[in-house]
């Protein structure tokens, strides 16, 4: 075996290694996440998480679950914040943007929605929206961290 294909080859799995190693699941503030006690919805959004996440059952019956909440509630947290991380896990970058605007425009103070909605714009190729949308926070919230680290990689 050549040495070349043989460097290739490691570095092939040192790759694979790294990428299996990444979180599967977008980053949760759970403080931003709050729901009251006993509401049904919240504890539909709940049934409908517990099946994604435990791969115990249909994933598209979860989803189908989470629409309804937002058919009953169309401003539903919980329900666009999964709907918007779903969209994110599975590359429906379009649909991450949409939740993830609504849910920065219900609960403007909340940095994880913009961050999310400036990462989506930017798989979906849209760097000057993704720029401005992070520069409108800032200029709102300045000790915004996590989105002023994101705005200066760009």
Known sequence: MKKSTLI?????VVIALVLWQLPRTPHQDVEAI???EGNPLDA???EAVAIIQNGEGA?????GMLLEVLREDPNHEKALLWLGNFSMMSGQWE???DRFHQLS?????????????????MQVGDTTAALTSANNYLNTYPDANR???F???L
């Open 105 to 121: 425009q219900l609960h403007p103070e909340n940095e994880l929605y913009t961050l999310n909605k400036v990462q989506a714009l």
């Open 44 to 46: 539909k959004v709940d």
């Open 59 to 63: 994933p598209m019956q979860a989803i």
């Open 151 to 153: 705005a200066e990689g």
């Open 147 to 149: 989105v002023k680290d």
């Open 34 to 36: 709050t729901s009251e």
């Open 95 to 97: 649909k991450a943007v």
């Open 8 to 12: 290739a080859f490691f570095g092939a």
